[in-house]
């Protein structure tokens, strides 16, 4: 099973790195919204459950890998996209329902994510981490339902503070 466990190794790594990028952006995302307390106040709760994520996957990290954790290179990497990804956000007029979309979609690839993880664990026999995924993904399908939920209103409340010149995109 060398070519398994190197794989869940190699998707583990990717988890963590997509864990901080997710870090990076919501940390951007929960210091610019204003006119959205519902939006701020979830993007913050997520912004905790997320930094929780990439503390167990460190953990798990170190305890599977003889390399002893993580790619600092594949998070370097991580975070400097989600920079420019908040950056990029910055310049558009309609910042808050792109970021909305883009979290949507991001959350998505999360669930993928861990789907995967936890099918390898469960064939290598890994019960605890796979445990762990299992806890990691209901909290990426609970901010992927919210943001589904709540989709439709940011973007009304967007397209009315914008045509009452009121601050929308953030």
Not at 67 to 92: E, F, H, P, R
Not at 125 to 131: G, H, I, L, V
Not at 139 to 150: D, G, H, R, V
Request: cysteine-free; charged content about 25%.
């Amino acid at each position: 099973m060398t070519h398994a466990r190197d794989n869940f190794l190699a998707w583990l790594r990717a988890a963590h790195a997509m864990e901080e990028q997710a870090i990076t952006t919501l940390s951007a995302q929960s210091r610019r919204i204003e006119s959205y307390p519902d939006l701020k106040t979830r993007i913050v709760q997520h912004l905790r459950e997320t930094e929780e994520h990439a503390q167990a996957l460190t953990t798990l990290l170190d305890h599977f890998s003889a390399t002893g954790g993580v790619s600092a290179i594949k998070d370097m990497a991580a975070k400097l996209t989600a920079k420019a990804q908040g950056v990029g956000g910055m310049l558009t007029s309609d910042e808050v329902v792109k970021g909305v979309m883009a979290s949507y979609a991001f959350e998505h690839m999360e669930i993928a994510s861990y789907r995967v993880l936890i099918a390898a664990a469960d064939e290598l026999d890994e019960m605890e981490a796979k445990a762990v995924f299992e806890r990691i993904l209901g909290e990426e399908i609970a901010m992927a339902n919210w943001l589904e939920a709540n989709l439709d209103a940011i973007t009304r409340v967007f397209l009315m503070r914008d045509e009452r010149d009121l601050m929308a995109k953030r």
